[in-house]
């Protein structure tokens, strides 16, 4: 007995030619979702550079990104009774594109949030924090659903991406996670359920230990120049200020003095 809805189930068979023009139709929208990704990686990119090197800090560790295959979202559409058109998987499903940034620390990750939206094209539509609010599980993490704008060749298309923040040992505590539901197809034994609670406890542990450490080397240190730094006979200040006494040494800049 098919469990696709009554409507879904008598619509009419498309002919060859309305057919490829919906999958043409389809794996453009995959290719727009690509390209929403593009974006946000980029964004995250130069974010990373920026605080490499004006900070002397990164507070992302690793990104990383899914798309859902065209194979996936066929299958999901029908398992789902959502419509086998751009429109309707655009406006029903939102799991299409996804992009991961595992950062150091809890800070880090509302750090980076903040970052993002405060970027004018890139659009929240929706907050789940998961760190604040832990799932049942143990599960933390905090997700955002945005939507940014992909600029094609005949036109824009707004795209909804899902960025989740999480620590190290959020990320290596979901891993495993998501391992043990799949090996047992989510019916999974109660003493591993409990055992995943507790080492999402003794996780939590570690990353406020971790901060609690990482701010207390910060308050000791203060503003001391970087070792690195210190180490480096020609810091950027000092290799700017024998440029300057250089140039001045050779009668100047070489500027007219009426413009």
């Not at 308050?219 to 006979?233: F, K, M, Q, T, W």
């Amino acid at each position: 007995m098919s469990k696709l809805p009554e409507d879904v189930r008598e619509r009419p068979m498309p002919d060859p030619a309305e057919l490829r023009q919906l999958v043409a139709d389809l794996r453009r929208l995959v290719l727009t979702y690509k390209f929403g990704i593009d974006e946000v990686m980029t964004k995250i990119s130069i974010l990373r550079d920026e605080f490499r090197h004006m900070q002397n800090y990164n507070p992302v560790e690793h990104v990383g990104s899914r798309l859902k295959s065209f194979e996936s979202i066929v299958a999901k559409c029908r398992r789902k009774g959502i419509p086998l058109t751009p429109d309707g998987v655009r406006g029903q499903m939102f799991d299409i594109a996804g992009v991961r940034i595992t950062c150091s620390f809890v800070n880090d990750i509302y750090l980076v949030r903040d970052m993002l939206l405060q970027q004018a094209d890139l659009t929240l539509l929706e907050e789940r924090d998961y760190i604040k609010h832990p799932k049942a599980t143990g599960y933390k993490s905090l997700h955002l659903i945005v939507q940014i704008p992909v600029y094609l060749s005949d036109r824009v298309e707004k795209v909804i991406v899902e960025i989740q923040l999480r620590t190290i040992a959020m990320d290596f505590w979901a891993s495993l996670e998501h391992k043990i539901y799949y090996k047992y197809d989510g019916d999974v034994p109660r003493h591993l359920t409990d055992s995943l609670k507790l080492a999402a406890d003794v996780a939590w542990s570690l990353d406020t230990s971790m901060e609690r450490i990482h701010d207390e080397v910060k308050a000791i240190s203060g503003d001391e120049e970087p070792v690195a730094s210190r180490h480096n006979l020609h810091t950027p200040e000092e290799m700017l200020r024998d440029f300057w006494r250089a140039a001045e040494a050779d009668g100047g800049f070489g500027f007219d003095s009426e413009s």
